[in-house]
Structure formats: C-alpha cells, structure tokens
C-alpha cells in the first residue's frame, strides 16, 4: 500500500504499533503533529494577507462582501483541517484567533457584553462549551468557572457555539464569555461574575500575556507556564483530560500565589 501511495506522488508512513493508547509512542504523535503544521503556516499566511486588506475597507459593498466570501472559504478549510489533527499542530490557536479576528472586521459585529455583573447563582450546574484542544485561556478559564462560578461545571468541546439551550459557550467567536478588546476570556469572565482577587488578577495578567503573545512582558512567570501547557497539550490526546490537567495547574498557581505574605507598607520616621 505505500508503494502505491507513493507510485502516485502521494506520501505515506507506516508504523508498527502494539495497543495504542495514551500514552502513544512519542514516534506517532509528533509525525501527526508534523503532518498538520505546515496546513496551519499556509492557512495562516492567507488569513494574515486577508486581513492586510481590510484597513481602509468601507462599511459596505461588493469588496466587502468578496472578502467576506473568501474569510468563509478559508473558515471551512481551517475545520477540515481540524478534524484530523488529533493531537493538536502547532499553528492551530494561531489560525483560530487570526480567523476570529478576520471574521470580526469584516462582519462589522464584535461581541459585546451584556450591561451589569452576572450572577453566578444563575449558572449553577452547568455545561460550559468551549472549543477543542484547549490552550492557556481555556484552561484557566475552566479552573475560574469551576472555583468561582459553578463548583459543579461540566465542560465539553464543540466546534461552534451550541444551539442547545442552557449550554454556556465560552472562549468562542461570537459568543458573550469571550475576548473583549484587550481582554482575554479568564478576564472577562472574573469581569462578568465579579472575582476580585489579588491572585486571580495576577493569573489574569499572565494568561492575557501568553494568550495574545504580547511584546510587553508583565510577569515573569509567564514564559514557564507557557510552555508547561504546551507541554500538557503534548502530552494529552483526550480532551476532557488536558482540560483538567490544565485546570489543576492553575489551581496549584492559584493556591502558591494567594499564601504569599503581603508585604507591608513602611512608613518614614520624620
């Protein structure tokens, strides 16, 4: 079979495996992830060049409308891309938050939250929805809902935000619980439900780092966490499991941070 694969110019690998579980030869999970990066660079590129032409774009017309065609096409592409990469390629949270982004322009509607505080009374047992192969923002953001918020959350994974009603989407596009302006989604949702916590808002500050990859380097924490999670990505196939896996890293964050001694203010003898 890869004889012929490759008698039509196509490529193949074969491996040899025995009981392929989670813990997958390191072998085949990092030729999945090879197989699927280089889709994600080029989808990349053309979103990045798509959204170059939207500076000066008027409110309406044929242009827009074109644009607006192409974003869709490439939407499409990105979620059959998606629907092999089993193990999560690097580039997919890069293409997913440039898409967003794209598809916000030229839409001309960015989500906007709800006037006033939400009551976490009100989302008390729970399905919170988010999307697939969850990165820095989703995790925290599970760690949040579930300390915070709803202690008895179930989380799931979907690719769009779901027509189910009492389902919760979060950290998806065009949904409330999501980024807003420089907000990312943990900040939003310890906005909306008013966690106020010294140890939240340093957790805040990092994951916003991590997540929108910023220049300015506001703890210096960030860059460890940063690749712990994507080591956790790595390592875990299952969904469910990265999502607490990530969760109690937050947790262990969460609880170092809030038994540090405060430091008291001195005050100057005259």
């Not at 598809?103 to 006033?116: C, D, I, Q, S, Y």
Request: hydrophobic fraction near 40%; aromatic fraction near 8%.
């Amino acid at each position: 079979m890869k004889t012929e694969i490759e008698a039509v110019k196509g490529e193949a690998t074969v491996f040899a495996a025995h009981a392929v579980d989670r813990g997958a030869d390191a072998e085949i999970l990092v030729a999945f992830r090879k197989a699927r990066e280089p889709d994600y660079r080029g989808l990349f590129e053309e979103v990045q060049a798509l959204l170059s032409r939207t500076g000066d774009l008027p409110p309406r017309g044929a242009l827009r409308r074109k644009l607006l065609r192409r974003a869709q096409k490439l939407r499409e592409r990105a979620s059959a891309i998606q629907r092999i990469d089993y193990f999560g390629a690097p580039g997919r949270d890069d293409v997913e938050r440039a898409l967003e982004d794209l598809m916000e322009r030229l839409e001309g509607k960015t989500p906007k939250p709800v006037a006033g505080r939400l009551r976490s009374g009100d989302y008390r047992g729970k399905l919170w929805v988010t999307r697939p192969r969850p990165g820095i923002d989703r995790m925290a953001s599970a760690w949040l809902i579930k300390r915070f918020i709803d202690s008895r959350a179930r989380f799931a994974f979907m690719e769009k935000p779901p027509e189910k009603r009492g389902a919760v989407p979060f950290d998806m596009y065009g949904v409330e619980l999501s980024h807003h302006g420089s907000a990312c989604t943990f900040e939003t949702l310890a906005a909306r439900f008013g966690v106020q916590n010294p140890a939240v808002t340093w957790l805040g500050r990092i994951v916003n780092e991590i997540d929108f990859k910023g220049e300015v380097k506001a703890e210096p924490e960030a860059a460890g966490i940063g690749r712990l999670v994507e080591g956790l990505r790595k390592l875990y196939t299952d969904d469910q499991e990265l999502l607490e896996r990530g969760a109690a890293v937050f947790e262990a964050l969460y609880l170092s941070r809030a038994a540090e001694p405060k430091k008291e203010k001195r005050t100057r003898r005259r």
